[in-house]
Each structure stands twice: as structure tokens, then as C-alpha cells.
């Protein structure tokens, strides 16, 4: 029985084995919590790394390491990680949603979980989801958490999108200690230059960005970050446009593609590639965050710099941007759209000490040409938004009219050549040149300069208005001068129909060129306009005077409204002599003269007021003191202006049947008119004058050489021609009066004086059909009773 187990024995060995295994196993469970722990541990410092270094490449390695990952706060860690995707880049929308839901047991204990669910709503523009779960985050904090402070980026983040300047500046000073605190987070980092360019401090934003992106040389979102911040404070565009471009060529977070996209559009409206520009801001603004308001209020101005007030508009209602920035952008499309007067009224009813309100004020004024005005808000536009290139050019334009032109002058020529897409930096070139003294002056050197602007600018008015000025003042060495004049004006006009000074320039040109109904009816529409100068009245009431003495009435009106509009003193005084005159009483006579001595005894140099007094004296018959007014004036005003009262003086002598010496005076009166640059209607006047009284008295050489000089002055006119035909016909040249009656046609096929003149021509020669067909025409065309009896008599001594 030796060798035998007995039964107690066994029983302990039995014992003995379940302690063992039992042991095992409990050795087996603490070394496998012991594994867990370590690979959590490893799995969370991993995570923590990727996290902070938080490319959009970097959050999405993070996420996937730690889904497959396992313990306390794995899940909402997860959900953290892929929230902060959605919020910083955009991306992952859908999977941070799944990931907070699968990380719901863990709410009471994670606060991981209570951040990214902030975070998601932030994404989502739920701002006061966001705030409440920040709320809620910061009054709890797990012991086990991947990033302990990030609600305060939530908190950031927050602040930048929907806070006002003193919360933008709290936010900055807790910014600036989280960098401190963590200084390993790029995204805390990228939140404090934010923050910064937000407060209005550009140099630290960017000595931040700088400073990160050392550090962080892969981070594209940081690179979007610099290159955006640089084309907004106007720094190293060049370098702007070569990252942009690479970055646009890279895989790029929708963010991080709308601020490039954005940054290369300030490259291309600055540049002068206004329609590129537009295009990629198009692409950017559904791409840019709502939290981002200086991306969206850059992507607005941008805009607007590039002429384009409809996007502005549409944009600025679809953000429900707030007043009174909604209220600016709205005065400032108006702006833009030319209408400067508006723009005025809507800026005078907004804060005066906005600086975007001093800066639209300054630059509407002076398209107004009110320059004395706007200089005072410039000069406070330089101090609180320096380094404006287009307020120095709106400056250097005051100083044009207002200071020293020469050295204005300089000033905007030194613009044009480094601001080359400066908004009227050339407009302002050739306004300047053209306000230097005469003999100084270089006219082609003016008009290149506008030319450069009419291609350059969105909408060049200005610049068209004064081109037509150059070619009016250069219509004595070029031909098409008149022809180019009359084209800038009417493209001015048509440019700009907001402001009513343009179609007052191309009326007064029209009312200068002879086109005396089409000018009338113009001033017609304008003279109850708001925003008109006083001469447009005056030179209505001239117009309508000279056709119909009756309209008085109608006249009256007008010098009132002149004088309401602050005409000078001299010229409402013309305006009423020239009533009196065309009342024709006796007594009105008398107030008229009785004016017009008023003014001569103070301005004896006033050749309008002459000439008025010359014709009151005539209408008196009082020609002997018509006369003595007439030889007093040309030795008063001298040589170099005399034009005008030589052209009165044949003008009495015609009257007195003084013909060959009319023809003279009016010969004379029409070259020193053109030498005094004198409008195109007052040479026709005086040319028609010597020619009729040449060809009446048989001095049939000095009528052509009038009439050449005259269709040379004027190629473009259709009285010229007919005057040179009238004279080639009495000097028998009926190939050349046929020719220069086409011509007349030509120009004005609507007149019925050159279809007479061609019957008149035909007739000559003995060809009536010709001359029945042009005597039809000119009866078809005639405009008046007086047009059709003078043709009907044409017809009925021709024979027809």
C-alpha cells in the first residue's frame, strides 16, 4: 500500500492545480490590462503627436490610429480628432458625426466628447450650440483627455467669428497664453495670427506665422494662412501669386482653397486682371468659412475694386451682413456704379468717424470734382487706413486744382509707373498734364497717359471726358480732333449716365459743334436733375433764345433755377441782358442796356457782356455807339481775343450794307477765332459770313480760300462743305461743288440743306432728274413749315 494515493492526498493535489491555474489566469488578466494600458497609452501619445502637429494629413492619421484603438476615452478622443478636421479644414463632416454618436457612453466621463461636439456645431455655423457645449466642456475636464485645451480654441474660434473688438482682444491675450501653454499645437498658433490680422495688427500676425511655419514647413493650411494674410495687408504680391499657384495645384482642404483661391484673386485685380480676379472669386467665396469675416469682407472689397457692384450686393445680403458695414458696402457699390451723388447721400446718414465711411467720402467727392472738400477726408483716411494707393492718387488729383500743379504732377507720374492698375493713377496723370500752363503742356503725352486709363480702369468716364478735352484742344494741328472730341464725349456719357456732369459736357460740346436741337433736347431732360451745374440752365436759356424769342417764360424758369444752383453773379447778369434782348421792348431794351453798362464798368474785359451790348445798341439802331463798343473792346482785350467782336463788327456792317468790308471784319474774326481755339459753331458763323459777303461782292478767291481752310479746320462738318460747294459753284467748279455737296450729305444725309444744294448743283448743269430726286429728298427731310415752303419754292422755279 505503499506505492498507493490515499484519498485525503489526492484531494489536496487537486487543490493545489485549481490554485495554480487560478493563479495563471490572474496573472493572465493583469498582464493583459498591463499590454491595454500601454498600447492605449501608446495609441494616445501617438494620436497626441499627429494632433498637435495638425495638418488635415496629420488629424486623419490620428483618427484612424485611434479607431482602432481600444479603452477609456478612445471613442470620443476619436471624435475630438475628426471634429477639429471638420471645424480647422472643413473636411470629414459626416464621419465626426458617426464618431460622436459611437462615442455616446462615454458623455458623462470624456470630455473629449463635450469639445467635439462643439466643435461639430461650430463647423455647422451652430453658434450657440457651440457656445453651450463650450459652456459645458469648460466647467468639466476628464482625467484622461488628447487635448486639454481645446476648448479654448473652440472659445478662439468663436471669438473671431461672431465676436465684437473687445472680444477679439480677449481673445487674443488668451490665445497668446495657450501658445504658451502648448506651444507644440500649430492650431493654436494659426488662431493667435487670426486673432491678430483680426485686431488690426498685420506685423504680429505675421512675425506669428512666420514663426510657426518654421516650425511646421508641411502644413499647406499655414501656407493658405501666409499667403492670404499677405495679398490682405498688400505685402509681396509676386511672391502671393507663386504660392498660390502651388498650392492650388496641391490637394488643398476646401478652407484652406478658398483663402488661396482668394489671396491669388487680390494678385489678379491689382494686377489689372479684374475679369480673372472675378472669376476666382467665385470659386473661393462658397469655399470660404463663416467664421472667417475678414476672408469674406476681402473677397467684398475685392469686388468692388474690380467694378463689379452686383456681386457685392448679392454677397453682402446673402451673409446678412450687419449696419452699418451693409450700409457702407451699399454706398460703396453705388460708388462704383459711377453714382457718386448717391453714394454722398448715403454716406452722410452713416457714423462719420467710420474709417471706411472717411474713405468712400474722400474718393466720391472727388469724382464730384468738390477737391477742396474731399482733401480733408483724405488726409484722415492716410492716417487711419495708411499705405491706400488709390487715396495717395486721390490726393495727389486734389493737389492738381487745388496746390501746386508741377508738383502733383510728379507725384501721380511717379504712381503710374510703380501703380501701374493704381485705380486713376492714369486718369490723374492726364488731368494733370493737362493743368499745366499752355506753353507747357504736352497734349500727346496727356492722351496717352487717358488712353492707358480707358483700358485700364472698370468704368473710365473721367478718363474719356478729359480725352475728348485733349482732342478739342489739339483740333488745330489734327483734323479728326472735333470728330475724336464728339466721340470721347458721347462715350463718357454713355460710360457713366449716373452722373449728369457727363452728358452736361457732351450737350455743351453738341451746343459748340452746331448741333444746336440734338444739344437743346439734351439740356432739356437735364435741366431737373439733381446734381446739375448752374451753366447747364444758362446754356439753355442761350440755345432757346437764339431759335425762339418767345420762350421767356421758359427762360425765366431757368435763370432761376441757375441762380438757386449758385451761378456767378456775371453770368445770371448775361442771362437776363440776353432775355431782355429777346423781349425786344423798348423797355426791356433799356434794362438791358442798363445791365450790361453795370458789368462793363466792372469788368471791362467781359467779351460776352460786349457782344450782348453790341446787339442791344443794334436793336436800339443806335449803331454809331454799336460801333464805338466794338473798337473800345478790341482795343481792351487785345489781339488775342478779339475774334468775337470782329465778327460783331461785320456783322453791324453787314447790317449798314457794308459788304466787302463785313467780309473782311468776318475774315478776320475767323482766323484770329481759330487761333484763339474758339468752338466750332463760332467759325461756321464767321466763315458763312465772309464767304456770303465774298461771293455777293464777287470776291470769289477769297471765298475759296476761306472755305478751304475751313473744311480743313473742320473735316467733319457738313456746313463746312456745303459753304466750300456754295463758293465752288459760283466759281464755276461744278465737279468740285458736286463733290463737296456729297461730302455734306455725307456727314448729315438727315439735312435737308445738302440735298438742296445738290438739286441747285444739278440744276447748273442742266441734269433735273438729279435735281427733282435731291429736291424730293430734302422735302421728305424737312423738319418745319419754313424748311418745306423753301423747298417747295426750290421745286416750283426748277420746274418740277
Not at 505503499?2 to 495563471?24: D, K
Not at 437764339?546 to 456775371?570: F, M, P, V, Y
Amino acid at each position: 500500500m505503499s506505492g498507493a494515493l490515499r484519498p485525503g492526498s489526492a484531494r489536496a493535489g487537486r487543490g493545489r492545480v485549481w490554485l495554480t491555474i487560478a493563479g495563471l489566469a490572474v496573472m493572465a488578466a493583469v498582464l493583459g490590462w498591463w499590454l491595454g494600458s500601454r498600447s492605449q497609452g501608446r495609441s494616445f501619445a501617438e494620436a497626441r503627436a499627429l494632433f498637435e502637429r495638425g495638418t488635415a494629413e496629420d488629424l486623419g492619421g490620428a483618427a484612424e490610429l485611434l479607431a482602432a484603438g481600444r479603452g477609456e476615452c478612445v471613442r470620443s478622443a476619436e471624435a475630438l480628432v475628426r471634429a477639429q478636421l471638420w471645424a480647422e479644414f472643413g473636411e470629414g463632416q459626416e464621419l465626426a458625426g458617426a464618431a460622436i454618436a459611437a462615442a455616446g457612453p462615454e458623455r458623462e466621463r470624456c470630455s473629449d466628447l463635450r469639445v467635439a461636439e462643439g466643435l461639430v456645431a461650430f463647423g455647422d455655423a451652430a453658434v450657440a450650440e457651440a457656445s453651450a457645449a463650450l459652456a459645458d466642456a469648460r466647467r468639466f475636464s476628464s482625467p484622461q483627455t488628447l487635448a486639454h485645451h481645446q476648448h479654448r480654441w473652440l472659445g478662439g474660434m468663436l471669438a473671431l467669428g461672431t465676436g465684437d473688438a473687445a472680444a477679439v482682444m480677449e481673445a487674443v491675450a488668451e490665445a497668446r497664453a495657450l501658445c504658451g501653454e502648448a506651444g507644440r499645437m500649430v492650431a493654436y498658433h494659426r488662431l493667435l495670427a487670426r486673432l491678430l490680422l483680426r485686431a488690426g495688427d498685420g506685423e504680429a500676425a505675421l512675425e506669428v506665422l512666420t514663426r510657426v511655419r518654421a516650425l511646421a514647413r508641411t502644413h499647406l493650411g499655414l501656407a493658405a494662412d501666409e499667403a492670404l494674410m499677405n495679398a490682405e495687408l498688400g505685402r509681396e504680391l509676386s511672391g502671393v501669386a507663386d504660392l498660390a499657384d502651388q498650392l492650388l495645384a496641391r490637394p488643398l482642404g476646401p478652407q484652406d482653397r478658398g483663402h488661396a483661391l482668394l489671396a491669388r484673386a487680390v494678385v489678379h485685380v491689382h494686377g489689372g486682371e479684374a475679369a480673372a480676379g472675378l472669376a476666382r472669386l467665385d470659386t473661393a467665396w462658397p469655399l470660404l468659412p463663416w467664421w472667417d469675416r475678414g476672408a469674406r469682407a476681402l473677397a467684398l472689397d475685392l469686388s468692388l475694386e474690380a467694378g463689379d457692384s452686383g456681386r457685392a450686393r448679392a454677397w453682402s445680403e446673402q451673409l446678412a451682413v450687419p449696419e452699418p458695414e451693409a450700409a457702407i458696402y451699399r454706398a460703396w457699390a453705388l460708388l462704383v456704379d459711377g453714382d457718386a451723388m448717391a453714394a454722398l447721400t448715403a454716406l452722410a446718414g452713416l457714423p462719420q468717424e467710420h474709417p471706411r465711411v472717411a474713405y468712400l467720402q474722400g474718393l466720391a467727392l472727388v469724382e464730384q470734382r468738390r477737391f477742396e472738400e474731399a482733401e480733408p477726408w483724405l488726409a484722415r483716411v492716410d492716417r487711419l487706413l495708411p499705405g491706400r494707393v488709390e487715396i495717395e492718387v486721390a490726393r495727389a488729383r486734389v493737389a492738381v486744382h487745388t496746390g501746386d500743379p508741377a508738383t502733383a504732377l510728379r507725384k501721380l507720374a511717379g504712381l503710374a509707373e510703380e501703380e501701374v492698375y493704381a485705380p486713376r493713377a492714369y486718369t490723374g496723370l492726364g488731368e494733370a498734364m493737362l493743368a499745366q500752363a499752355p506753353e507747357q503742356r504736352d497734349l500727346r503725352a496727356a492722351q496717352k497717359a487717358l488712353n492707358r486709363a480707358v483700358e485700364r480702369e472698370p468704368r473710365a468716364a473721367e478718363a474719356m471726358l478729359l480725352l475728348a478735352q485733349v482732342w478739342q484742344l489739339r483740333r488745330g494741328e489734327a483734323p479728326e480732333g472735333t470728330r475724336n472730341a464728339l466721340h470721347w464725349y458721347e462715350q463718357a456719357a454713355a460710360s457713366n449716365p449716373k452722373l449728369p456732369r457727363y452728358r452736361e459736357a457732351l450737350a455743351a460740346a453738341l451746343a459748340d459743334m452746331g448741333q444746336r436741337e440734338r444739344a437743346e433736347a439734351m439740356l432739356r431732360q437735364l435741366v431737373d436733375e439733381p446734381g446739375i451745374g448752374p451753366e447747364t440752365p444758362l446754356r439753355l436759356v442761350d440755345l432757346v433764345l437764339e431759335r425762339d424769342s418767345n420762350a421767356g417764360r421758359d427762360a425765366q424758369l431757368w435763370i432761376a433755377t441757375a441762380e438757386a444752383l449758385g451761378a456767378e453773379a456775371g453770368a445770371l447778369l448775361r442771362a437776363r441782358a440776353r432775355l431782355d434782348l429777346a423781349l425786344g421792348t423798348a423797355a426791356s431794351l433799356r434794362d438791358g442796356q442798363a445791365r450790361l453798362e453795370r458789368r462793363l464798368a466792372l469788368e471791362p474785359g467781359d467779351v460776352d457782356a460786349r457782344i450782348l451790348l453790341v446787339r442791344v445798341r443794334m436793336a436800339q439802331r443806335d449803331d454809331e455807339a454799336a460801333e464805338t463798343l466794338v473798337r473800345n473792346g478790341i482795343y481792351t482785350v487785345g489781339a488775342g481775343s478779339s475774334g468775337r467782336l470782329f465778327l460783331a463788327w461785320a456783322r453791324l456792317e453787314q447790317r449798314q450794307h457794308k459788304r466787302k468790308q463785313a467780309g473782311l471784319h468776318a475774315r478776320a474774326a475767323f482766323h484770329r477765332m481759330q487761333a484763339e481755339g474758339r468752338p466750332a459753331v463760332e467759325l461756321l458763323a464767321a466763315a458763312e459770313l465772309a464767304v456770303s459777303n465774298f461771293l455777293r461782292t464777287e470776291q470769289i478767291k477769297l471765298a475759296l480760300g476761306v472755305t478751304r481752310e475751313l473744311t480743313v479746320q473742320l473735316p467733319d462738318s457738313a456746313e463746312a462743305w456745303r459753304l466750300a460747294a456754295r463758293a465752288q459753284l459760283d466759281a464755276g467748279e461744278s465737279a468740285k461743288a458736286r463733290r463737296a455737296a456729297a461730302r455734306a450729305i455725307e456727314l448729315a444725309p438727315e439735312e435737308p440743306l445738302g440735298h438742296e444744294l445738290r438739286a441747285q448743283i444739278a440744276l447748273r448743269s442742266g441734269d433735273r432728274k438729279t435735281a427733282a430726286a435731291a429736291l424730293e429728298q430734302a422735302l421728305a427731310l424737312a423738319k418745319d413749315e419754313v424748311s418745306r415752303a423753301r423747298v417747295l419754292d426750290a421745286q416750283r422755279r426748277s420746274g418740277g
